[in-house]
């Protein structure tokens, strides 16, 4: 074993859109001799696992149908399985792993489940999310069915196939407004050179992150809601953010409401920190805040994007405001008791129980 | 669990940023002890909605405490908003305008005493 990280690509998309097309030519490129390919099965017949059927023997497929209602137990199993043979030289060393999901599939459970799974995160690169959308159907599909947006929204990379079929420019737009990050590539799947998405699958250098500029109303009330109750808007702050009266918002507000913050990705300029750090959060998941060395010019200011479901913009920035405000005010009770000592004991549900005394050089 | 201190709880959470090498404050390292003492100002601030209090116990743990003096033991945030809700009586929600006002109200109170 070696401590060599392993890239990671989801290929997401509605049923038709073109996931297998794209997956089928990707795997024929020579420079992806080395990936190995786990293929979510829908049903009693693999037709997806027929198409890449020429990579058989590097091909997991995780039994029970959709990823995302069984997905926790079978992918463990999955990983532990891919990652014992790479170790012990069953299967070739393998540097990138495709996951397939199937059409009907939303991604957010794969990638809590990769977030948390000791294998995926000791051994995986961050899993980076590519959602083919259908230039023809892709526009009602988007509108009609809820996973095909969650798709859209999970998405780091959008691809928009058949595009010499449709009429792309209204479904751009679509995207845009559903995830203002992702860059979109018109691509016919049948007919373009691979090599034009390749470079898609290239790690993303540090200098070209974070993707937190984009196209959304700056100011939250302007922002229109979208298919599915789903809007985007920005919230920024000249002022520097105090880390843990962000920390105390953000917690909060995914307790009550996570399942309706569908992403939210953000640069933050942290009081005391010199650079930047960036946040992610998709629902429930919080990604671990990643810092950069410094602004590369960009103004110091925080920046947040938000793509919510059926919540006011407005409201959240006035909530982000009033608790950006209070450590203003509690600066100002410096020495209130509000240290419990270990030695003190207490009483929880009725119970009298006493803590561990920690020594004080680790209370800092 | 710490393996030094063997306090339950030692884990690390994504607000965590003492003992965090990228975080600092002006160049210098953060205290875990002074950002747990800032964290519990925060939250009491907010937890007196709720008439409930809340304490750092043993620089490992929070203790809430209501009114009527029942206890509950959490280890990071994703379980103070939980038990707050229990031991307070209602739902925590940040965009609540209620408590948005009272927030607002006590930052004026405070400004005016300043």
């Known amino acids: 074993m070696n401590d060599e990280r392993i890239q990671c690509f989801i290929i997401s998309g509605f049923l038709g859109s073109g996931k297998s097309t794209l997956l089928r030519r990707l795997l024929a490129d020579a420079g992806s001799a080395d990936s190995l390919v786990i293929v979510n099965e829908l049903g009693e017949v693999g037709l997806d696992h027929e198409i890449i059927a020429f990579s058989a023997d590097r091909t997991v497929l995780l039994p029970g149908g959709c990823l995302c209602c069984s997905i926790r137990e079978d992918i463990e ?10 170790d012990a030289a069953r299967i070739p060393a393998f540097r990138r792993i495709f996951i397939e999901m199937s059409g009907i ?30 230039g023809v159907l892709g526009r009602s599909t988007l509108a009609s069915a809820p996973q095909a947006a969650r798709q859209a929204i999970a998405a780091d990379s959008i691809i928009i196939s058949k595009p010499d079929l449709g009429i792309t420019e209204d479904l751009s737009q679509t995207l845009r407004q559903i995830n203002p990050w992702a860059p979109i590539h018109h691509f016919n799947l049948l007919r373009q050179p691979i090599a034009d998405l390749l470079t898609l699958f ?4 540090e200098s070209q992150r974070p993707q937190i500029e984009c196209e959304v109303p700056a100011q939250p009330a302007q922002s229109h809601a979208h298919a599915h109750g789903v809007r985007s808007f920005a919230l920024s702050l000249d002022e520097s953010l105090n880390w843990t009266a962000f920390g105390t918002w953000m917690t909060m507000l995914l307790h009550r409401h996570g399942a309706d913050i569908l992403r939210v990705k953000g640069i933050l300029a942290i009081e ?18 990643e810092h950069l060395s410094d602004w590369n010019a960009r103004p110091r200011r925080s920046r947040l994007v938000f793509i919510v479901r059926a919540l006011s913009p407005a409201l959240i920035e006035q909530s982000f405001r ?12 410096r020495g209130e008791d509000g240290y419990l000592a270990a030695s003190a004991g207490g009483t929880v549900a009725g119970r009298p129980i006493r803590r561990p005394i920690a020594p004080r050089w680790i209370k800092g | 669990m710490c393996a030094l201190c063997a306090a339950l709880g030692g ?12 975080f600092s404050r002006d160049g210098g390292k953060l205290s875990i002890r002074a950002e747990r003492q800032e964290r519990v100002r925060l939250l009491n601030s907010i937890a007196a909605f709720y008439a409930v209090s809340i304490r750092d116990w043993g620089g490992s743990s929070y203790m809430l405490e209501n009114e009527s003096g029942q206890r509950a033991n959490v280890y990071n945030l994703n379980g103070i908003w939980s038990q707050l809700e229990e031991l307070g009586g209602k739902a925590c929600d940040p965009l609540e ?3 948005l006002s009272y927030l607002a109200a006590t930052q004026g109170a405070d400004r005016s005493e300043r």
Do not use: K, Y
Request: glycine share 4%.
């Open chain 1, 77 to 86: 199993t999955t990983l532990r399985q891919i990652f014992e043979d790479r």
């Open chain 1, 105 to 134: 599939a939303e991604p957010q459970p794969l990638l809590c489940t990769l977030h948390v799974n000791p294998f995926a995160a000791t051994r995986l690169e961050s899993p980076r999310v590519f959602t083919v959308v259908d």
């Open chain 1, 202 to 205: 290239d790690p993303v250098p």
């Open chain 1, 272 to 289: 005391g920190n010199p650079g930047p750090v960036l946040f992610h959060c998709a629902q429930h998941l919080v990604h671990p805040p």
């Open chain 1, 322 to 333: 009033t608790f950006m405000a209070m450590p203003e005010r509690t600066a100002s009770d």
């Open chain 2, 11 to 22: 884990s690390r959470f994504w607000t965590d940023a003492a003992g965090h090498e990228a």
């Open chain 2, 97 to 99: 305008p209620g408590l």
